[in-house]
């Protein structure tokens, strides 16, 4: 019986083990990439998809070297289509999540200067020059300024 030590094994053996564990992994990723390609492209009809998987489940190499070919050219936009509309959800989400939502009406402006009117922040003829301001198109952005002065603490 003979024992293997780990300096039994030569440096380019080594190497080359590597490599091939390294070409592995990237054949697996392109294989995992292409069947994300063909479930994620809507003119695949169904017996189009079936037929693409079967190829390069059954024959992996030869299959997935025909793909490349064949389709690998629309790969790239297919992929950034998809990041676009992902991006574009997202942002939709965060705008309905942190309420950018449509602008507020004129109504909606007026009974809020109603309410800061009767809490006493504004004074009436604020109040009505605010008022003109909103009922002409040009709604406050905020107290201050319907006021004139710049900072919400200054009081007529």
Known sequence: MSTHLAYDFPLLSMFWTMLWFFLWIMW???LIRIIGDIFRDDSLGGWGKTGWL???VLLPFVG???YVIARGRTMGARETAHARARQRAFD???KETAGGGPARSSVDELARLSEIRARGDISEDEYRR???LVLGG???KTASTATGT???AARG
Request: glycine fraction near 10%.
């Open 28 to 30: 697996f990723i392109l």
């Open 92 to 94: 939709d989400y965060i």
């Open 54 to 56: 079967v190829f390069v």
């Open 150 to 152: 710049g900072d919400g």
């Open 130 to 132: 605010a008022k003109e």
């Open 138 to 140: 040009q709604a406050p």
């Open 64 to 66: 997935v070297f025909v």
